[in-house]
């Protein structure tokens, strides 16, 4: 019985250099590949005072955070990734001055 060259077979893992590049996969999506200044994080900020506040992010988050930065325009490369969501703090809401 004739074997059919390469069935079976995986291909050997390539080798890369230790980077602060990401390589991200998501689900059967292809990876993607972002060179990161640093981690992909958010902020809630307050349209009525102006106050910020880190939120915290899972893995899940920064992941998809990674992907989405691989649909920008041409022409443009990607170094950071800041989300940002936009709210009243709970001292606006509530008529207290800071």
């Known amino acids: ?3 059919t060259p390469g ?3 995986q291909p050997a893992p390539s080798r ?4 602060p590049t990401q390589v991200i996969r ?4 292809p990876a993607v590949r972002v060179d990161l200044l640093e981690d992909p ?3 809630v900020v307050c349209r009525v005072c102006g106050r910020i506040q880190r939120v915290a992010l899972t893995e899940l988050d920064r992941h998809l955070l990674t992907e989405m930065s691989s649909h920008h ?6 170094d950071g990734i800041s989300f940002s969501l936009t709210g009243a703090c709970q001292r ?3 008529g207290r001055r800071a």
């Open 41 to 43: 994080h958010a902020h």
């Open 73 to 78: 325009p041409d022409g443009w490369s990607v």
């Open 92 to 94: 606006c809401r509530e």
């Open 7 to 9: 069935r079976g077979r």
């Open 1 to 3: 019985m004739a074997r």
């Open 26 to 29: 998501v689900s059967a999506a």
């Open 16 to 19: 890369r250099r230790s980077t």
